[in-house]
């Protein structure tokens, strides 16, 4: 993303860019990974809030990292190589890192909204409100059932007055029910000098970005308050958050697939990741489990216990009970993929039929293909890949080796049992087996003098 984007018809003040503060240690989830690098939903903590800024179309995404930045970095870089990452070199607090990410704002004219890597649930309409507001400073707000420790949004005539900490509030302030979630909105200029403004003169010795509020007020600048509800603005500190903030991932996650007509038979026992897409009129069984990268087209059938990764299921496929699909799986119309079957990084025309205990890795099929159970498509020599070409309307038989990199011809066949090294010409049958032998006689005198040895050995 980048300045020269077009703004999609948007007023040039409504131009956006987004901070993401990434930089946590994360020492209460016990764990050498940083915190926002933790999975929810399939993908790394920080990947949800990167989600959520890339659907306000901002010109520009900046995330802070500290602890365990190169991972950051890394992980950044695949979920959105657009964003840029930049270094907290210390952790001096929440104003101290929106000041990290400014130099990367320079030339930027517009709202910025400053989000958090370890709070995934803030929805699109509350940031379009934050976006939209028009005070000078907006701040993000929620009733809570237990406000407990939160800072303390202080409100008046003239909106939000100022924003209290826990530890300096008195018992008045502690009894307002509306507290501060830490997501902030601000013009780019004002928070440039606002930030520039904060101090450090505390008992912990940090720059607070909640202390802009007053900074602005103090300006004659106006500051506001938008609400969401609580569960937006879960925070993921411990693994007993993590795994509550997955099962309400999953809960909305598969109310969602529902809603938009599709069937699940035991909808408590699938597991969705962040950008599953799922048709209507698809039918998922039992115990599903959908990791990152994964469409599966309208009326599609994903049987019991398949495990779904970087794959594509078109309309008609069905696959399962069993069956795993990892990154580079294009299953085309009409395919059938039965039990025990794994396929990776491998694309199966329309109607192809591969019914069961079968590998295909590395391999493109054509159509109205059938793969006879046990074949494997042997894909790697020990140091290298290689691809294996079947061609349409094939039959490849039962228990068949086929040693990449080879070609199996339009409409030809292979034995069951064979070992096939060599390209298979258009209509041809390989066979690649030795001779069958037979002893008369020797498998009832080799089982005869087995018996006898058992029993001499008492």
């Known amino acids: 993303m980048t300045d020269e984007q077009p703004d999609h018809g948007a007023d040039q ?18 764990s050498d990974l940083p915190k926002v690098l933790h ?50 070199d210390q952790q001096l607090g929440t104003g101290h890192a929106v000041a990290q990410a400014l130099p990367a704002l320079d030339g930027f004219s517009g709202k910025v909204i400053v989000l958090y890597g370890d709070t995934p649930f803030i929805g699109d309409d509350t940031l379009a409100a934050l976006t939209s ?34 530890k300096d509030a008195d018992a008045a302030t502690r009894a307002i029910r509306l507290c501060n979630s830490g ?8 928070l440039r ?8 003169d505390n008992a912990a010795g940090e720059y607070y970005l909640t202390d802009v509020v007053g900074l602005a007020r103090d300006a004659g600048r106006s500051a506001a308050v938008v609400t969401c509800d609580e569960s937006e603005t879960l925070g993921i500190n411990t693994r007993a958050e993590l795994a509550a903030a997955e099962s309400a991932f999953q809960t909305r996650a598969r109310a969602l697939l529902l809603d938009d007509g599709v069937t699940m038979t035991a909808p408590d026992t699938v597991f969705l990741a962040l950008d599953t897409v799922v048709g209507r009129d698809a039918v998922i069984g039992p115990n599903v ?11 599609a059938r994903i049987e019991a216990f398949c495990h779904l990764e970087g794959c594509h299921i078109s309309q ?16 085309g119309g009409d395919v059938h993929v039965g039990n025990f079957v794994e396929i990776k990084n491998s694309v199966l025309d329309e109607g192809v039929k591969v019914g069961h205990l079968t590998y295909l890795g590395d391999a493109d099929v054509g159509e109205g293909t059938n793969i006879g ?86």
């Open 39 to 88: 999975p929810l939903g399939g993908v790394p903590l920080v990947g949800h809030a990167l989600a959520a800024a890339g659907r306000l179309e901002p010109q520009r995404i900046v995330v802070v990292a500290g602890h365990g930045a190169e991972a950051v970095r890394a992980a950044v870089a695949k979920l959105d190589p657009d964003a840029q990452v930049v270094l907290q």
């Open 133 to 166: 507001h028009p005070a000078d400073v907006v701040v993000l707000g929620f009733e809570a059932a237990d406000p407990g420790r939160y800072g303390r949004l202080v409100t008046g005539p003239r909106g939000l007055e100022r924003i209290v900490e826990w």
């Open 183 to 190: 997501v902030i909105a601000a013009d780019a200029g004002l």
């Open 193 to 200: 000098d606002l930030v520039g403004r904060l101090g450090n």
């Open 289 to 299: 489990v959908f990791g990152p990268g994964v469409t599966v087209e309208s009326g």
């Open 373 to 458: 159970a046990g074949t494997v498509t042997c894909n790697y020599d020990g140091v290298m890949k290689h691809r294996t070409r079947i061609g349409a309307r094939v039959f490849i038989g039962s228990d068949t080796m086929l040693v990449a990199p080879v070609s199996v011809g339009d409409e030809a066949m292979t034995a069951s049992g064979s070992v096939i090294t060599e390209d298979v010409a258009d209509g041809g049958l390989a066979i690649g087996r030795a001779r069958q032998v037979t002893k008369p006689g020797l498998a009832r005198r080799m089982m005869a003098a087995l018996r006898q040895k058992k029993k001499e050995r008492g």
């Open 316 to 331: 008609g496929a069905s696959v399962g009970p069993f069956a795993r699909l990892r990154p580079g799986a294009e299953l």
């Open 13 to 30: 003040q409504e131009r956006v860019a987004v901070i993401v503060l990434a930089a946590g240690q994360g020492t209460r989830m016990n």
